[in-house]
């Protein structure tokens, strides 16, 4: 693994199922994220793409391969182990927004922050800037039915970046989203997420949205493809529908 990377995929092999029921999903994936690449990962529903950042993200367990995270081999950590290691170093922004409807958006931003041990009060503030750069300070003591779909959205993506993670997974973040919304939500993840020490992976469909990849993994049949440079990536989304 090349030191300035954050993730290292190494022949991933996912298979779902037992015996004669067995379905390979992923086929010896082999993918590199560097640091301070904002890295979007495309290609036909049912491909492998959400497979492949879950167990980057250490939800699911690779059936053969490794993945490091930071120079961390995941399959060397089990249980609490693992669960500390992703709070300390990764935050997940999904299509669902997933808010806990009791919760006010502060303290439904503030929840890894709480996990991981910080005070209340000290989390709830550390919550109410992060919302306040997001456009959302007037909304912090709100509760999520009180609120938008595009703010429950910052609300999420609040709560995915409030703990500083070096790595940022999102599962189409602006699927659900009108163009110029969709947009927003890409700038303020490029904003946040990315800098020389840090890195993102986006699953996306969402080809007004390329322009912001650093690089376009492409995956057909859990497989990558092709990979698209910078200079391409253009092209790439406009045949892309």
């Known amino acids: 693994m090349e030191k300035s990377s954050a993730v290292h995929c190494s022949g991933i092999v996912k298979?779902?199922?037992?015996?004669?029921?067995?379905?390979?999903?992923?086929?010896?994936?082999?993918?590199?994220?560097?640091?301070?690449?904002?890295?979007?990962?495309?290609?036909?529903?049912?491909?492998?793409?959400t497979t492949l950042i879950s167990i980057v993200g250490g939800i699911l367990s690779a059936t053969a391969g490794e993945v490091s995270v930071f120079g961390q081999a995941l399959s060397a950590l089990k249980g609490a182990d693992l669960v500390r290691f992703r709070l300390a170093n990764m935050g997940f922004i999904f299509q669902q927004y997933n808010l806990l409807p009791t919760?006010?958006?502060?303290?439904?931003?503030?929840?890894?922050?709480?996990?991981s041990g910080m005070g209340r009060k000290q989390a709830v503030e550390r919550a109410c800037d992060m919302l306040a750069r997001l456009g959302m300070g007037d909304h912090a003591r709100k509760l999520p039915s009180q609120l938008s779909g595009g703010q429950q959205?910052?609300?999420?993506?609040?709560?995915?970046?409030?703990?500083?993670?070096?790595l940022v997974i999102c599962d189409e973040p602006t699927a659900a989203l009108d163009a110029a919304s969709g947009r927003q939500v890409i700038e303020l993840i490029e904003a946040v997420a990315v800098s020389?020490?840090?890195?993102?992976?986006?699953?996306?469909h969402d080809n007004r949205i390329f322009e912001h990849a650093?690089?376009?993994?492409?995956?057909?049949?859990?497989?990558?493809?092709?990979?698209?440079?910078?200079?391409?990536?253009?092209?790439?989304?406009?045949r892309i529908h």
């Open 15 to 49: 298979d779902f199922g037992d015996g004669s029921q067995t379905t390979r999903v992923l086929h010896g994936v082999e993918m590199t994220v560097q640091q301070g690449e904002l890295l979007m990962l495309v290609g036909q529903s049912g491909c492998g793409k």
């Open 103 to 115: 919760l006010t958006a502060a303290e439904n931003a503030c929840v890894p922050l709480a996990a």
């Open 153 to 166: 959205q910052r609300v999420a993506i609040a709560r995915a970046l409030v703990h500083e993670p070096r």
């Open 196 to 204: 020389p020490n840090r890195a993102c992976i986006v699953v996306t």
């Open 214 to 238: 650093s690089r376009i993994v492409e995956m057909e049949d859990g497989r990558v493809k092709a990979t698209h440079l910078p200079d391409a990536t253009r092209s790439f989304a406009s």
